[in-house]
């Protein structure tokens, strides 16, 4: 198991270099001046060119591309052009948020889509089946985006139960597990959780009724087990592969936040994507994107290891 776990850290570490890679050259491919956004329409080029020095802009691609790779090694990501700010200290402000909305996401998710996976997997072309997968395809199809305008219409608008925007009162940017916090994380968090609901009920109904039909299931009902033995017998076969699914949903919706942090104007990696967009704030962007990449490559390596330590046959293969 040791050994499995030092193989996969040496196979995530070229893949952070390459996401690194990606990260930089897709954001200095895209057109336009990142300094347009500070620099005053008669700015005079001895100032251009002093900002561009200053920001490093002044250098070769590969040149730039080390010097930002040498300073997030040691957690300096720059300084957003837009703020003045450090982006390694807005990012990680805006992580934590975006971890407290994608994890309370997931959970939701997971529960309803096990719940919802199980009963349409154990109860096959029955009207529960139907039902369970119906809402399943529901959860997949909708926009989610689309989803939160509505339930911001009717939950914060119409009926005046929970706030519309925001992370907390008074627009509040810094999260406290209190009920008046809590009410502005309801609306993004279920809009959020439709997604991974769905897919997590599908693979769960999918891996239950594949289970069932396994001659080892059939051998124990034919000892006498009870249902409730048969039932955590699945449940074991089961939980692996649902909790790989689970993980890779937390790391989509840390990257995939975007419209949805947008909508509820939650403080997040999402929310500070669209405004490092509309800015050209490039340090503040490719750190963003830089720290989402190797938070999902994380993910995947911890999923890989917990799937195997549920299952041993996946290290020894």
Known sequence: MLLYILRRILYTLPIMLGVALVCFGLVHLAPGDPLVSILPPDASADLQAQLRTLYGFDRSYPEQFGSWIWRALHGDLGTSIATGRSVTAEVFKAVG??????????????FFGSLFGFIAGYFRN???????????????????????????????????????????????????????????????????????MGIISRTVRALVADTLDQEFVVGLRAKGMTDLGVFLHVVKNVAPTALAVMGLQLGYLLGGSILIETVFSWPGTGFLLNSAIF???????????????????????????????????ISRA
Not at 187 to 193: E, G, I, N, Y
């Open 279 to 313: 800015q050209r704030d490039l340090p503040l962007l490719q750190g963003t994107i830089l720290v989402l990449a190797l938070f999902f490559v994380l993910l995947n390596m911890l999923v890989d290891i917990v799937q195997s330590s549920l299952d041993p046959r």
């Open 97 to 110: 948020n975006t971890l407290i909305l994608a994890s309370i996401a997931t959970l939701i998710g997971f």
């Open 126 to 196: 029955s009207w529960a089946d139907k039902l369970a997968s119906f809402v399943s395809v529901i959860g997949v199809s909708v926009p989610h985006y689309w989803l939160g305008m509505v339930l911001v219409i009717v939950f914060a608008v119409q009926l005046n139960w929970l706030p519309a925007t925001g992370a907390g009162p008074g627009g509040s940017s810094s999260w406290v597990w209190n009920w008046e916090h809590v009410k502005h994380l309801i609306l993004p968090a279920v809009t959020m959780s439709v997604i991974p």
